[in-house]
């Protein structure tokens, strides 16, 4: 079946920084748009990242914007998201998808699909 696999998630202080990878297996990532989401405890869903299947267009969340990169190597077939100065805020799984469907926005989950099963990512002192 088609899967991506989250890693890198970690426990990390304040201002700390972390490095999540997006691994495709069962297909091949290239063709594809790839999202980032987090999802905290008894919160719903939501997008922190975009790249296009080049890497030529990227898009944030306003939450996250200046403090993350995503990027990609398909050669590996990875997408990677670059965290930097973490906020407590930022504490939440973190999961990858693939985009499937072109909606009015970057960020509504339901366009996605191909979820991984996420990894956890605590911003605390």
Known sequence: QLQLVESGGDLV???GSLRLSCAASGFTLENYG???FRQAPG???QGVS???PSGGRTYYADSVKGRVTISRDNAVNTVFLQ???LKPEDTAVYYCAVRRTLGATWEEPSDYGNWGQ???VTVSS
């Open 13 to 15: 202080q304040p201002g």
């Open 34 to 36: 790839i999202g980032w």
């Open 43 to 45: 919160t719903e869903r």
């Open 50 to 52: 975009f790249i296009s």
């Open 83 to 85: 965290m930097n100065n």
């Open 118 to 120: 996420g990894t956890q």
